[in-house]
Nanobody, 118 residues
Framework: VQLQASGGGLVQAGGSLRLSCAAS????????MGWFRQAPGKEREFVAA????????YYADSVKGRFTISRDNAKNTVYLQMNSLKPEDTAVYYC????????????WGQGTLVTVSS
């Protein structure tokens, strides 16, 4: 399994960015794709997740109403649309995937840095 994240960058507070994660290496119909982030000096935290099969979505409270996770099954790509960005959203964002029956996230992509200036 390979996960390729992209789309990070520098944006002013209140702005928007869209992250992409292209997945390859297997059929993902029974998998869940997630986005996590790690800010400097902090632990990695869950941001959002989506089921490849039925599109069910899950969000951390800190991003509800501002971030939207979506998928394009034909492209095996998951997106994270981030609106109303805040300086506290600054972090390295990682995509990950796990089988829907697994409790741990087994596959990780490289991170993409999002910097939100005040």
């Amino acid at each position: 399994v390979q996960l390729q994240a992209s789309g990070g960058g520098l944006v002013q507070a209140g702005g928007s960015l869209r992250l992409s994660c292209a997945a390859s290496g297997r059929t993902f119909s029974s998998y869940i794709m997630g986005w996590f982030r790690q800010a400097p000096g902090k632990e990695r935290e869950f941001v959002a997740a989506i089921s490849w099969s039925d599109g069910s979505t899950y969000y951390a409270d800190s991003v509800k109403g501002r971030f939207t996770i979506s998928r394009d099954n034909a492209k095996n790509t998951v997106y994270l649309q981030m609106n109303s960005l805040k300086p506290e959203d600054t972090a390295v964002y990682y995509c990950s995937t796990r089988h829907q029956s697994d409790s741990s996230w087994g596959y990780w992509g490289q991170g993409t840095l999002v910097t939100v200036s005040s």
